[in-house]
């Protein structure tokens, strides 16, 4: 599966943003997708990660209740939206796929979008 993130961009803190990661190649249905993040100089990290049908989703605790992972089979489209934006959310987000659970680990995800900047102004 190839993975495309957009929707980055500049927002100020307390704004929201909404990243769009499109799949194409084999049933995007199949796989277990997750988002991720990357902000200069540290590992990339865990945001969130939703099943195959949608059913289920994760969260890591510095987003929960700000940001909701969301899925359209019928589109072959994942979503992330972003609410309540701080500074600290600055990074390049991607968005990864697997066939299996990922859990929160990146070295457990097969497949990796080209990654969408955000970056939030104070």
């Known amino acids: 599966v190839q993975l495309q993130a957009s929707g980055g961009g500049l927002v100020q803190a307390g704004g929201s943003l909404r990243l769009s990661c499109t799949a194409s190649g084999r049933s995007f249905s199949g796989y277990w997708m997750a988002w991720f993040r990357q902000a200069p100089g540290k590992e990339r990290e865990f945001i969130a990660s939703?099943?195959?049908?949608?059913?289920?989703?994760n969260y890591a605790d510095s987003v929960k209740g700000r940001f909701a992972i969301s899925r359209d089979n019928a589109k072959n489209t994942l979503y992330l939206q972003m609410n309540s934006l701080k500074p600290e959310d600055t990074a390049v987000y991607y968005c990864?796929?697997?066939?299996?659970?990922?859990?929160?680990?990146?070295?457990?995800?097969?497949?990796w979008g080209q990654g969408t900047q955000v970056t939030v102004s104070s």
């Open positions: 990864a796929a697997n066939r299996r659970d990922g859990y929160y680990l990146p070295r457990n995800y097969a497949y």
């Open positions: 939703i099943s195959w049908s949608g059913g289920s989703s």
